[in-house]
C-alpha cells in the first residue's frame, strides 16, 4: 500500500455532500491531496486512552509504518494492539504475508467508540474490538482500555445482547460441547471431552465466563487468530491482553455485546465516521444497514441531520475498510503520521512458513478449535 492510495481512501470520504462541513471538491483539489507529506511521530501502542471531556468518542490516532522484508500482518497487528482483519481491511492491495521491504502500512488506530454506555466491557462484534471502561470516582477523568477480538466464524456467530462475568478460572481446562465434537469426529479429528490446561489448551491460560451459557472471553493458544472469525462463538483475545482484562474484571462486571458497523463520535470539534465491512451471516441488506445507521447517527449528533450531512455520511460509510476518516475543510489527508516500525515477532514464535499455513487453513476452513 502506499501514499496515494491512503490519501485517496480520505479524498473519497469526502467527494459527497462535502458542503456541510467543508466547500466543495473539484478535481484539481484531489489531485493535490495525494502529494501531502504525511507528518512524522512517535509510535504508539497503548491501549489505554483518557477521554479528556464528556462528549469525546474518538481516541488514538492513525499511523504507518515502513515495512521491513521479515514483517507479516499478524506480527505487525500484534505489535501495534490491532487484529488481523482490521489491518487487512485498511490495506487491501498489500499482501499480508509478504507486504515487501519499503511499503507503507495503514495502522487502524484510530479509535470511534461505540454507541453504549460508557460502563463495564463492551464488545462491538463488526468492529472486532473490545472496550473496557475502569469505574471510575465522581469528578474523575474517565478512561477507555481497548483491545481486538476474535468471534464466532459463520455457523457459530457471537451472540448480541447484555451479559455480565459471572466466573473467572486461570490455567483452565477446556470440558469440549458435544456440537464441537461431533463436528470434529464427522470432520475426522476427534477431540477428547476434556482438554487439560497447557500449550494445547485452545482457551490460553485466562477465563471469564458469561451468563450466556457456553460463551467465554478467553485467550488463546493461536494468537495469529486474533480480529478473525475463528471461534465456535467465544470471544478470543491475546494472551497479554486477556491477562490484564482478568486482573482487573471482577465478578458481576457488566457485559454488553453489540453489532454496529457504522459509528461516528467527536474529538476536538471534528467529526469522525468509520464504517467496518459487514459480517458475512448479517441479516440486515446493505441499504437497511446504513440507513440505520445514518439515522443514528443523525438522532445522536444533530447538526447532521439536513440532506448534506446525509450525503457526506453515506460517501464515509461506503468507504467501509475500519478506517475512521474526519472532516477538514482546509485538508483531505486521512490524518495519519509515518512513524518508527516497531514490529516484532513473538519470542520462541512460529515461523512466517508455519504462520501462514496455519492462517490459511484457518481462513479456508476454520475448524475453531477452541470456544
Known amino acids: 500500500m502506499n501514499r496515494a492510495r491512503i490519501l485517496a481512501l480520505a479524498g473519497a470520504a469526502f467527494v459527497s455532500g462535502c458542503s456541510l462541513l467543508a466547500p466543495p471538491i473539484d478535481d484539481e483539489q484531489a489531485t493535490e491531496a495525494v502529494s501531502i507529506v504525511l507528518p512524522r511521530g512517535e509510535a504508539v501502542t497503548v491501549h489505554r486512552y483518557s477521554l479528556e471531556s464528556p462528549g469525546q468518542t474518538v481516541v488514538g490516532d492513525t499511523q504507518v509504518i515502513v515495512a521491513r522484508d521479515a514483517d507479516t500482518f499478524s506480527d505487525i497487528a500484534?505489535?501495534?494492539?490491532?487484529?488481523?482483519?482490521?489491518?487487512?481491511?485498511?490495506?487491501?492491495d498489500v499482501d499480508p504475508w509478504l507486504p515487501g521491504e519499503g511499503t507503507e502500512i495503514l495502522l487502524p488506530t484510530r479509535f470511534v467508540l461505540p454507541e453504549s454506555p460508557q460502563e463495564g466491557i463492551v464488545l462491538n462484534i463488526a468492529a472486532k474490538r473490545l472496550y473496557w471502561f475502569p469505574p471510575v470516582e465522581e469528578g474523575a477523568t474517565q478512561e477507555v482500555v481497548t483491545y481486538p477480538i476474535g468471534i464466532g466464524r459463520v455457523g457459530w456467530a457471537t451472540p448480541v445482547g447484555d451479559s455480565k462475568v459471572i466466573a473467572k478460572a486461570k490455567d483452565p481446562a477446556w470440558y469440549v460441547p458435544a456440537s464441537v465434537r461431533k463436528e470434529h469426529r464427522e470432520a475426522g479429528d476427534p477431540l477428547p471431552a476434556v482438554v487439560p490446561a497447557g500449550p494445547d489448551n485452545p482457551l490460553?491460560?485466562?477465563?471469564?465466563?458469561?451468563?450466556?451459557?457456553?460463551?467465554?472471553?478467553?485467550?488463546?493458544?493461536?494468537?495469529?487468530?486474533?480480529?478473525m472469525r475463528v471461534s465456535h462463538g467465544c470471544v478470543r483475545l491475546y494472551p497479554e491482553d486477556i491477562e490484564a482484562l482478568y486482573a482487573v474484571a471482577g465478578l458481576g462486571t457488566p457485559v454488553k455485546i453489540i453489532n454496529e458497523p457504522i459509528v461516528a463520535g467527536w474529538r476536538d470539534k471534528q467529526f469522525y465516521v468509520v464504517a467496518y465491512p459487514p459480517l458475512e451471516d448479517d441479516s440486515r441488506a446493505d441499504d437497511e444497514r446504513f440507513s440505520d445507521a445514518l439515522a443514528a447517527i443523525r438522532d445522536r449528533h444533530w447538526m447532521l441531520r439536513d440532506a448534506a450531512g446525509e450525503a457526506w455520511l453515506a460517501a464515509v460509510t461506503r468507504v467501509s475498510d475500519g478506517v475512521a476518516y474526519a472532516a477538514d475543510s482546509k485538508t483531505l489527508d486521512a490524518g495519519a503520521r509515518l512513524v518508527d516500525n516497531l514490529t516484532q515477532e513473538p519470542e520462541d514464535g512460529p515461523s512466517r512458513s508455519e504462520v501462514t499455513e496455519m492462517m490459511e487453513a484457518m481462513m479456508a476452513s476454520p475448524d475453531g478449535s477452541g470456544g
Do not use: C, F, I, W
Open 78 to 92: 500484534r505489535s501495534y494492539g490491532l487484529g488481523y482483519d482490521e489491518l487487512k481491511n485498511a490495506n487491501p
Open 204 to 227: 490460553g491460560r485466562h477465563v471469564l465466563k458469561l451468563d450466556m451459557p457456553g460463551y467465554l472471553l478467553h485467550g488463546t493458544n493461536q494468537p495469529y487468530g486474533v480480529g
